[in-house]
């Protein structure tokens, strides 16, 4: 049992590349979502996902697209990186609802734009 | 999903209680209450979460006032390795066009100290 795994975990990437982070969880878990963290700031929610084939958007959602074609994978992907999107991203999964465990976080992707 | 207010900062003495305070005057009747903390970039780990009653697990105990409008999170013996962030967040449970989302607040930033 793994958890919840996001790959990579640091990545540099140059203005205007397109890359996809990662997240993976073996817990059969309902619901995964994304968020991304900025120094000295909570974390903000970019989209979400009730079940396969469900996603939506959160509070941050521009730049960033998702799908959810099974349970167990959700993958966020930057279409164009700028600058602004320097930050830490993590991923999250729980049941729906979560029940006594609550939500399980990633350890994160740390990405840089130049 | 109800806002919640949390002092930016608390300092607490190892080994004595913690008792971290949120404001949730806005919460509504099926949303619950959220604990969740971060410790220095990892990603966030639940504490424990509530509706109504009091609760209490291995981490800690949830009280929420009769109104439901604040909630106290205590950590009943403060160790060094308890100095994290401390999110308070409210959240709807299955079966609302809010199911899944997890909005975080900044939090408060606890220093347990030796």
């Known amino acids: 049992n793994a958890g919840v795994t996001q790959t990579p975990k640091f990545q540099v990437l140059k203005t205007g590349q397109s890359m996809t982070l990662q997240c993976a969880q073996d817990?059969?878990?309902?619901?995964m979502s994304w968020y991304r963290q900025d120094p000295g700031m909570g974390l903000r929610l970019i989209h979400y996902s009730v079940g396969a084939g469900i996603t939506d958007q959160g509070e941050v959602p521009n730049g960033y697209n998702v799908s959810r074609s099974t349970t167990e994978d959700f993958p966020l992907r930057l279409l164009s990186a700028a600058p602004s999107q320097t930050s830490v991203y993590f991923c999250?999964?729980?049941?729906?609802?979560?029940?006594?465990?609550?939500?399980?976080f990633g350890s994160g992707t740390r990405l840089t734009v130049v | 999903d109800a806002k919640t207010t949390q002092p930016p900062s608390m300092d607490c003495a190892e080994g004595r209680a913690a008792n971290l305070p949120c404001n949730h005057s806005t919460i509504s009747g099926n949303e619950y209450v959220y604990w969740y903390r971060q410790i220095h970039s990892q990603g966030p780990q639940y504490i424990i979460h509530?509706?109504?009653n009091n609760e209490t697990n291995e981490m800690a105990s949830l009280i929420i006032t009769e109104d439901r409008k604040s909630s106290t999170l205590i950590l009943p013996h403060a160790t060094l390795r308890d100095t994290a962030v401390y999110y308070c967040i409210v959240r709807v449970h299955h079966g609302s066009s809010n199911t899944g989302k997890l909005i975080f607040g900044q939090g408060t930033t606890l220093q347990v100290k030796p």
């Open positions: 817990m059969n878990h309902e619901y």
């Open positions: 509530g509706l109504k």
């Open positions: 999250a999964s729980s049941y729906e609802p979560p029940g006594r465990a609550g939500y399980t």
